[in-house]
């Protein structure tokens, strides 16, 4: 069974930076592209970044636009998220998805002074 597991989330505080991981347990991982996805208390799930199969093009949500910056590395299964100047309004736990196989467990990222 293919496997997402998300991992690096934690508490930081306004301004500051984490690095999210999705490591993914299927030796194709490299034939499908990758969602990061958040979803906080009492709100819509919202896509925070898109990245295709090669890693050579991406899209982002308005709202981490300039800030957050989505890689991967086909060798290692894994995908990363950047986060840099997080707001409170990043707080959320975040997933990462594979719309052809399904989503990690998500990891919490706790922006607060």
């Known amino acids: 069974q293919v496997q997402l597991v998300e991992s690096g989330g934690g508490l930081v505080q306004p301004a500051g930076s984490l690095s999210l991981s999705c490591v993914v347990s299927?030796?194709?991982?490299?034939?499908?592209?990758l969602n990061w996805y958040r979803q906080a208390p009492g709100k819509e799930r919202e896509l925070v970044a898109n990245?295709?199969?090669?890693?050579?093009?991406?899209m982002y949500a308005v709202s981490v636009h300039g800030r957050f910056t989505v890689s991967r590395d086909n060798v290692k299964n894994t995908a990363y998220l950047r986060m840099n100047n997080l707001k409170p309004e990043d707080t959320a736990v975040y997933y990462c998805?594979?719309?052809?196989?399904?989503r990690g467990q998500g990891t919490q990222v706790t922006v607060s002074s």
């Open positions: 990245i295709t199969r090669a890693g050579d093009n991406w």
């Open positions: 299927a030796f194709t991982f490299r034939s499908y592209s």
């Open positions: 998805d594979i719309p052809e196989i399904g």
